[in-house]
């Protein structure tokens, strides 16, 4: 019900997409359903619904993040910065709300603002009459396309961005995950390209940055690199329509994964 009602404020559709938020309540996670509410114009409700949460439970990392989207979408930039950073290391907070914030200055329309967020473009649709219809970004390197920033709702279903084998090398990368334990890197990965079997055509790589919450060492998983941003945020749109939880950032020390499994195929560890 929430990728519909996604889908209906990409296109457009806002009594659609309120509606079917109606009916969304209590059937949802209620994290997914404050950030809809939120784009679909009902902000203080929104804010409240997700601000209760956390006082009940503390919240999630998805609960938190989604709160600190409301507030930047409210230009409450403060106490956005305040509350994503209980979960976002500080040498990729500030990318998170550039990120943010280039949602905001799409416009204060609900579509605009949510095709940013899942990085599509709405075209007329001649096979359509309805006329607007999210589409495939366009492949120029130039198209206005972005990655949501962390994983905070759940994807449009259809139709999907096509899938590009990603460039040898390249400035941008898409993160799929960061792990406590380097370990997890392999299991992760063959977790991801099981379910996702596309993505064994791109090179897993990994990179490690300091958990500002604990001090550890966080290992970072990803896949790139990818010559352009509107690259990696094709390929991220596709893996957030499958289900999965990415966002594109800069390749920051990311090196390529190998490994050997027990069959002797390569797959990955770090070289």
Known sequence: ??????????QGHDADARASLEQARGRV??????????????RAEAIGLLEGVIRQSGGDVRTR???????????????????????VPADLLGDRLRRWAQIVQRGPGAAAQVQAMLGVSAVIDPGQPAGLALARPARSDAAPVMAAATPIVAPVARPRPSLAKAPPSGDFVVQLGAYHASSRLETAWTRLSAR?????????????????IDGGVLHRLAIGGFGT??????????????????????SVGDRPLQWVSAAGRQGSRKG
């Open 1 to 10: 019900m929430i990728s519909r009602a996604l889908a209906q404020l990409a």
């Open 29 to 42: 996670a209620e994290a997914d359903l404050g950030l809809a509410l939120a784009f679909a114009g009902a």
């Open 65 to 87: 993040q989604n709160l600190a989207l409301v507030y930047g979408l409210e230009g409450r930039w403060a106490d956005a910065g305040h509350m994503a950073a209980r979960d």
């Open 196 to 212: 996702a079997a596309y993505l064994s055509a791109y090179v897993p790589a990994a990179s490690q940055v300091k958990n500002r």
């Open 229 to 250: 941003r509107a690259a990696a945020a094709r390929i991220c749109a596709r893996i957030k329509a499958d289900g999965g939880d990415c966002f594109v950032r800069t």
